[in-house]
């Protein structure tokens, strides 16, 4: 199979060399803005790409909206599969881009964005063929999960720690996509359509970041044996979703509270299969390029066109039923309360405009 690399990056650079281990796979052009000195045909141009009947395969590595959806839309359009680790542009574009996979008899695959290393989507698409899914949650982001596991460790400063996972390849190019959830969140609706068939928007799901975090914070949980997280969490309530992001406290002997590092942990709850959890490394690049080369091997042995062939539907987030246990500070006071997520993220927002330090977390064991 004859692949066009678009993107020379971290993961980019990965995938090149693990491609080159394998006798089916060739890459042949690569899309670079400067010259890089590869055995491959470089070029500048997308159109070189696009109109050689010789490439299979795009891998898109380039990252961000645009130009990535006007290459991913041209690929498929050509009826070349399509490999990608963008979850911006998935997100924005899902229902067109499994559109026009299925319209032109080629794949679409991203497992590399959500969970970097973690076979999490295929796995998903695998578990949404065969049982009814009803909830989706996790550690989805390797950035927040290296800062809280270091300054719960060795108390160290948050400034260092997030220069740190920028220095190791865990942070997106904005690292505040990272810190603020909303990389956690763009894999959660990925994995929310897949899951549910549905069509979330992001900007409807309320998201709580970690850049207010204190070391008071992890004081405070660690004396009542918790750990901090960032947790993502979908789960179908009838004809709608319910759907958040959040700090969360986990008892630190769960599984989820020893996910240390930039590793990611999610899981699916299904009627008939319970649940599955996934973990390993969630970001850094040799992680998700295997996983951008899993893609490609699972095209050349000839997959679906999408991990999923249910109708997707428009389903909107609903967070006003079922109370639960959320902490908030506000003035560096905490106090718990029970109530639904509608309710905690509107009465966070308005304690935010009064003390824009407060913060909200949520407490899947309640108190204990
Ligand atoms: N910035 C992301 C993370 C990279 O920290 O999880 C992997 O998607």
């Not at 006007?70 to 998935?90: D, F, G, M, P």
């Amino acid at each position: 199979m004859q692949i066009g690399l678009l993107g020379y990056g971290t993961v980019g650079k990965g995938f090149y060399a693990l491609a080159a281990e394998q006798p089916s796979l060739t890459v042949k052009t690569l899309l670079t803005r400067r010259p890089r000195g590869l055995a491959c045909r470089e070029t500048g141009d997308f159109a070189d790409i696009a109109r050689d009947p010789d490439i299979d395969v795009v891998v898109e590595l380039i990252g961000g909206i645009h130009p990535a959806y006007e290459y991913i839309s041209a690929a498929l359009r050509a009826k070349k599969h399509v490999v990608t680790a963008n979850k911006a542009v998935v997100c924005a574009y899902y229902r067109e881009l499994v559109e026009l996979a299925f319209q032109n008899g080629v794949c679409l695959r991203c497992t590399a964005a959500a969970g970097g290393g973690i076979p999490w989507l295929s796995s998903l698409g695998r578990v949404a063929r065969m049982d009814r899914i009803t909830a989706v949650e996790g550690i989805l982001n390797g950035t927040t999960n290296y800062i809280l596991s270091e300054m719960t460790a060795r108390n160290a400063p948050y400034p260092e720690l997030l220069k740190q996972a920028q220095q190791l390849g865990y942070a997106e190019a904005d690292p505040t996509d990272d810190v603020e959830g909303y990389d956690a969140r763009r894999k959660l609706v990925l994995s929310a359509d897949l899951a549910f068939s549905a069509l979330l928007q992001e900007g409807d799901i309320p998201c709580v970041g970690i850049s207010r975090m204190t070391v008071a914070d992890i004081a405070w949980a660690r004396e009542r044996g918790l750990v901090w997280k960032l947790n993502a969490r979908a789960e179908r309530r009838g004809d709608a979703v319910s759907a958040f992001v959040c700090p969360t406290l986990f008892p630190a002997s769960t599984p989820e509270g020893q996910t240390n590092g930039s590793a990611n942990r999610i899981s699916l709850y299904a009627e008939r299969i319970g649940k599955q959890s996934f973990s390993g490394a969630g970001a850094g690049g040799w992680p998700t390029a295997s996983n951008v080369l899993a893609d490609c091997l699972s095209i050349a042995g000839g997959a679906a066109p999408f991990y999923s062939d249910r109708p997707v539907e428009p389903l909107a987030v609903d967070n006003r039923e079922g109370e639960r246990t959320w902490l908030f500070r506000s003035y560096g006071r905490y106090a718990i309360r029970q109530e639904t997520a509608a309710e905690a993220f509107e009465a966070y927002g308005a304690v935010s405009e009064s003390d824009p330090t407060s913060l909200l977390a949520y407490l899947p064991y309640g108190m204990l």
